[in-house]
């Protein structure tokens, strides 16, 4: 699906596809990079969803997969590195008729961003986290990340990494996040709909995604994903019961699952239960509470 009726009929709004959320810059990721089906799939998503470019704001760190908002047609921002979040978070609460999605890799967002990570999910900020989880720094050219598995050989592991590897699906869930899903970024039917779950959903929103790095992490190959994952819908997973998403989060081996793991049946995001926020549209179009010449005054300070 590439259209809606939000977005058809006398409306006066135009129908777009996928296409029209191609950036002017092309990627320049290597060839076979999990993140161009990720690219894909966000693309296909927002379409299927009826937004347009002007409604959604797309925000990310640092990293080969931060780069994805020059690809993308819509506004954006390229951030500090393990710093997208807090940018976020500023910007829903400013505009939160805006559609906010952030996109990051493992390093970025589990390790350098870590911190934001864990408060933006229990504030349950209405944003959409996409994560592309290579398992390894890429853009560095190849040290392990916070997902990275014991024992993985890298440049800054030659004789294997003795760190236990972070699981961002059990680590969002305690933490608070109201939708917890991981993708698979060789599955781009199955991700676009994951991403359009969690646009929709009205609260933090985690999708995690297997996106390989066909350059520097010749362990978590598309041939190692392609032979084990399964789709937690085909077992009729209870996405409201957080002990079973946890349990099936844990499970690591010949079956790795992708999927909704968990999904809040009473999600309240920050915005709405922040009473400035209830009446008189965003902050940004609202006016000032200052003089024009006290306004002048604070940008001048700042500049």
């Known amino acids: 699906m590439t259209t809606t009726e939000r977005n058809t009929g006398d409306s006066g709004v135009v129908a777009l596809t996928a296409r029209d959320f191609k950036g002017a810059v092309d990627p320049d990721w290597c060839p076979g990079c999990g993140d161009f089906g990720v690219l894909n799939s966000l693309q296909r998503a927002v379409a299927g969803l009826g937004l347009q470019p002007h409604e959604i704001l797309t925000?990310?760190?640092?990293?080969?997969?931060?780069?994805?908002?020059?690809?993308?047609?819509s506004y954006g921002m390229h951030t500090l590195h393990g710093r997208s979040l807090a940018v976020a978070t500023g910007a829903k609460l400013a505009n939160h008729e805006l559609t906010v999605v952030v996109t990051g890799g493992d390093g970025d967002g589990y390790g350098i961003g870590g911190n934001h990570f864990t408060h933006t999910a229990r504030r349950n900020i209405d944003l959409t986290y996409i994560v592309m989880n290579n398992q390894i720094y890429g853009l560095t050219t190849g040290q392990i990340s916070p997902t990275s598995r014991d024992g993985m050989k890298t440049k800054s592991t030659?004789?294997?990494?003795?760190?236990?590897?972070?699981?961002?699906?059990?680590?969002a869930i305690m933490n608070g996040a109201t939708f917890v899903a991981r993708g698979y970024s060789g599955d781009v039917r199955h991700l676009t709909d994951l991403m359009q779950q969690a646009i929709e959903h009205k609260g933090f929103a985690l999708v995690d995604v297997f996106s390989p790095c066909v350059t520097f992490n010749l362990d978590n190959t598309h041939n190692f994903f392609k032979d084990r994952v399964v789709k937690l819908e085909d077992e009729e997973h209870n996405t409201s019961d957080w002990k079973l998403a946890c349990e099936k989060a844990m499970v690591w081996g010949e079956t790795i699952y992708t999927g909704v793991f968990f999904q809040s049946?009473?999600?309240v995001s920050l915005g709405r239960r922040e009473p400035v926020l209830d009446d008189g549209g965003p902050l940004a179009f609202r006016e000032l509470g200052l003089t024009e010449d006290q306004a002048n005054n604070i940008i001048r300070r700042m500049m």
């Open 59 to 73: 925000i990310s760190g640092i990293g080969c997969s931060s780069n994805l908002p020059g690809y993308f047609n």
């Open 158 to 171: 030659p004789f294997g990494s003795v760190e236990m590897p972070v699981n961002p699906i059990t680590s």
């Open 265 to 267: 049946p009473e999600s």
